[in-house]
């Protein structure tokens, strides 16, 4: 029997990019050659990969609110605000899934901005996936070439324990000491274990095929 549950979105984009130099929500996707004009950015293509499979999306913002509200609003994704960010990126997660529950849903897919969005089809099966496993199942994590990574699938009980975490803790521990309850889906999307941390990361990105 499927489960029923009622998806958010959730897309981690606090963070303040030091390495990077610049804003990586902002950054263009694809990568443009110069004096191209900016259609995408990882943010907005991050929104609409998880458009589809998700009945609203929250973008967690730091101090950069400002900087991505246009972006998030003009693709239909509202923003809540971590306070403070400095506490690390799980205290955005807690931010996020607060504003998940407060919304009445009770299952999440997240994802971090810093990277390339996964293919719609791709979160499309990891919701399948997550809807149709057994209900000692409480996420679903797409590994692509032996790699863990995002957008996962978390249902109501896994939220609750990220929820009751200290803002210090790191969601993979928490995975880790519940691994009996997760799931790994092995996907052909390279783009789910991307991390882009550098410009010389972003520069050697490809455009998608």
């Not at 959730?10 to 050659?33: C, F, H, N, T, Y």
């Not at 978390?154 to 997760?182: C, K, M, N, W, Y």
Request: aromatic fraction near 6%; charge should be neutral.
């Amino acid at each position: 029997m499927n489960r029923s549950p009622s998806f958010a979105g959730v897309i981690l984009a606090a963070g303040e990019s030091s390495r990077m130099g610049r804003d990586k929500a902002l950054l263009p996707w694809p990568p443009q050659s110069s004096g191209s004009v900016v259609k995408d950015t990882f943010l907005s293509a991050a929104i609409r990969s998880l458009a589809l499979s998700s009945d609203f999306i929250v973008v967690v913002a730091g101090k950069n609110e400002q900087a991505l509200a246009a972006v998030a609003y003009s693709n239909g994704a509202s923003i809540v605000t971590n306070p403070d960010p400095s506490r690390g990126q799980f205290s955005s997660l807690q931010t996020g899934l607060h504003d998940v529950l407060n919304h009445g849903r009770d299952a999440a897919l997240i994802t971090l901005v810093d990277r390339p969005p996964a293919r719609t089809a791709t979160v499309e099966m990891l919701r399948l996936a997550f809807e149709t496993a057994p209900p000692n199942i409480w996420a679903v994590v797409p590994e692509f070439s032996g790699r863990h990574g995002h957008p996962l699938v978390v249902g109501r009980e896994l939220i609750e324990v990220f929820l009751q975490a200290p803002a210090t803790a790191s969601a993979r521990d928490l995975q880790r000491l519940h691994r009996e309850r997760i799931q790994y889906v092995a996907v052909d999307d390279p783009c789910v274990s991307i991390n882009i941390n550098t410009p010389e990361d972003y520069a050697g990105l490809a455009a998608p095929k």
